[in-house]
């Protein structure tokens, strides 16, 4: 590691290489390694490196990649690498063709031409930026397996966050109502002088969240993409999960795996009938006979993942969301048909089920999916109103 003059703009351009490569390296933590690097002699390459991984590394799993990216973009340039590859000590980065050729002509490793200030020329689009933008709103059913691959680490990265609730239990606080038990216990000590009155205010936790999503064959397109959607709910919240096509299954447990790989292959080994038909009110009613009362406590919202398509009973489904609505605080249906440029509701189980729920949102890109995280993260504290 060379000591320059430019270290903060050079420093931004490392965090943006570790971005593409998968790594949370936003401006916050940007701010937080500048700091970092000022309690440090950042003539020592050891305390270089270990200040900045104790600050973008996250996880045991983030740490081969960051050792990669820290040894490609402060070492020397090297024009005995072969082109197309991002060599690294640990191991190569995990990102596109196209973005590993930029950065590779950026940081001058395949031309022994290039001089210092051009080695460190960052990408002029970086996927962290307009690339990431159109991606957003790009549909599910039309993106290759490369942006399927980004739209992952996007949805891992995800900051979901559900909305809170107030409990029936309490807990001491500077405001609120006064609390006479503690009040009078301190006075006792206090030879029945009045000195302090103690104050309690109910405890909150986040709302449970239930997720029960179609797996048909209708729905195929986008089955991959909701299951990592679930998974990087599943890491952050109380969160149980179902899928149904012909019959449900529950897939919690499977969900609660760290690595998604394993996660996603646990779930197609654990679901027999991925790609069926669909009978969602056959699903609701098992549902709601057999898990309702198990996992609808404490407020939980309930959000159902469908096109809509169904070869069952129109009028079961009706009975069956109409006892499903009246445990959950808010069920909310998610149609990735709804993106589409003219759809309507016409179908006989989405038109049977439309009136019975509280939203009604599109789920075919990952801004669609932003905005149910932005929905779920300002949800009344109060019961919902039908």
Known sequence: MRDEPDLL??????????????????????????????????????????????????????????EAAFDIFWAPPNPNVAAGVLPGRSRALPM?????????????????????????TVPTTSSGYSAEELLRHKNFDAMTWQETEQVRRLLEQAPWRMAERRTRRLRAA?????????????AIRSSGELVRLFRRRPRMRRRPLVVVCDVSGSMERYSRLLMIFAHAIARREDLEAFVFSTRLTRITRLLRQRDLDRALASVSKGVHDFSGGTRIGDALADFNRHWARRVLGHG???????????????????????????SAHRLIWLNPLLGSEGYQPLTRGMAAA??????????????????????????????ARR
């Open 9 to 66: 703009p050079r420093l931004g351009a490392f965090a943006r290489l570790l971005h593409d490569a998968g790594l949370e390296a936003g401006p916050r933590r940007l701010t937080d390694a500048t700091r970092a690097l000022t309690v440090i002699d950042i003539r020592s390459e050891p305390d270089f490196r270990g200040a900045l991984r104790s600050v973008f590394v996250s996880r045991k799993d983030e740490i081969p990649t960051f």
């Open 96 to 120: 596109s063709p196209e973005r590993a050729k930029a950065w590779s002509n950026a940081l001058g490793l395949h031309s022994s031409q290039l001089n210092r200030e051009d080695s460190r």
């Open 174 to 186: 500077r405001s609120g109502a006064i609390d006479l038990r503690r009040t009078a216990r301190h």
């Open 300 to 326: 939980a919202v309930v959000i159902i993942i469908s096109d809509g398509w169904d070869r069952g009973n129109p009028e079961q489904l009706t009975a069956e969301l109409i006892h499903l609505r009246r």
């Open 354 to 383: 439309l009136p019975y729920c509280d939203d009604f949102l599109a789920a075919h890109n990952v801004q669609a999916l932003d905005d149910l995280g932005r929905l779920l993260a300002g949800l009344d504290s109060r019961v």
